[in-house]
T-cell receptor
Framework: GAVVSQHPSWVICKSGTSVKIECRSL??????MFWYRQFPKQSLMLMAT?????????EQGVEKDKFLINHASLTLSTLTVTSAHPEDSSFYIC??????????FGPGTRLTVL | SQQGEEDPQALSIQEGENATMNCSYK?????LQWYRQNSGRGLVHLIL?????REKHSGRLRVTLDTSKKSSSLLITASRAADTASYFC?????????????FGKGTKLTVNP
C-alpha cells in the first residue's frame, strides 16, 4: 500500500507565527490529497482537498486564507497555518487514495500554539 | 458534518474476549470503511464494505452492514492488548456527488492483558 509521511511530527509555535506542514506520498503519485484536523478525543474533520496543479477545495467553514494549501507536485502537498492562534492547536493529518478503495493516512502533525 | 456515530464511545475488555463496535449513519452511502488509530498516530485502514455487501471478513475482523437500518458493526475476535486503539467508521456518499470520507466520533477500545 501507499506510504504517506508528514513533517514535522510535532511543532510548537508562538501565537501570530505561521507554520508549514508537509505531506509526502512516498510511493504513489497523488493528484489529490486530503487534509484533516482532529481535536483531542474527537473525530477527524475534512478541511480541504488538495489538487495537484490547481486550487484546493475547502470545506464549509474552513478559512482558505488561514489554511493555505499548496500541491505543487504529485508527491507533495503542504498546509500552512498562517498567523496561528491557540485555537488552531490540533492534530493535522493528511491522506491520499481512492474513496472507493483505501485511504492512506500520514502519521499526523501535532501543532501547539502558545 | 459528521455522518457516523459509533457506539459505545468507550469499551474495555480482557484479552481473548470479543469486541463489538457499532456505527450508525444518516444518509445513503457508496461504501463504509473502518479505521484504527493508535494514540497520537495516523489512521490505518482496516476494511471497506460496499453498499451492496452485507458482511466481510479480514483475519480476526468481521464487519456487517445493514443499509436498511443504516448501521454497521465491527467485531474483533480473540482480542489482544495490541488491539487497544480508537476505531472509527467512515462513510463515502454515492458516487457523483461530493466524494469524501465522513468520520464518526470513534470508539476507544482498551484490551487489558
Amino acid at each position: 500500500g501507499a506510504v504517506v509521511s508528514q513533517h514535522p511530527s510535532w511543532v510548537i509555535c508562538k501565537s501570530g507565527t505561521s507554520v508549514k506542514i508537509e505531506c509526502r506520498s512516498l510511493d504513489f503519485q497523488a493528484t489529490t490529497m486530503f487534509w484533516y484536523r482532529q481535536f483531542p478525543k474527537q473525530s477527524l474533520m475534512l478541511m480541504a482537498t488538495s489538487n495537484e496543479g490547481s486550487k484546493a477545495t475547502y470545506e464549509q467553514g474552513v478559512e482558505k486564507d488561514k489554511f493555505l494549501i499548496n500541491h505543487a507536485s504529485l508527491t507533495l502537498s503542504t498546509l500552512t497555518v498562517t498567523s496561528a492562534h491557540p485555537e488552531d492547536s490540533s492534530f493535522y493529518i493528511c491522506s491520499e487514495g481512492a474513496f472507493t478503495d483505501t485511504q492512506y493516512f500520514g502519521p499526523g502533525t501535532r501543532l501547539t500554539v502558545l | 458534518s459528521q455522518q457516523g456515530e459509533e457506539d459505545p464511545q468507550a469499551l474495555s475488555i480482557q484479552e481473548g474476549e470479543n469486541a463489538t463496535m457499532n456505527c450508525s449513519y444518516k444518509t445513503s452511502i457508496n461504501n463504509l470503511q473502518w479505521y484504527r488509530q493508535n494514540s497520537g498516530r495516523g489512521l490505518v485502514h482496516l476494511i471497506l464494505i460496499r453498499s451492496n455487501e452485507r458482511e466481510k471478513h479480514s483475519g480476526r475482523l468481521r464487519v456487517t452492514l445493514d443499509t436498511s437500518k443504516k448501521s454497521s458493526s465491527l467485531l474483533i475476535t480473540a482480542s489482544r492488548a495490541a488491539d487497544t486503539a480508537s476505531y472509527f467508521c467512515a462513510t463515502v456518499p454515492p458516487l457523483g456527488g461530493s466524494e469524501k470520507l465522513v468520520f464518526g466520533k470513534g470508539t476507544k477500545l482498551t484490551v487489558n492483558p
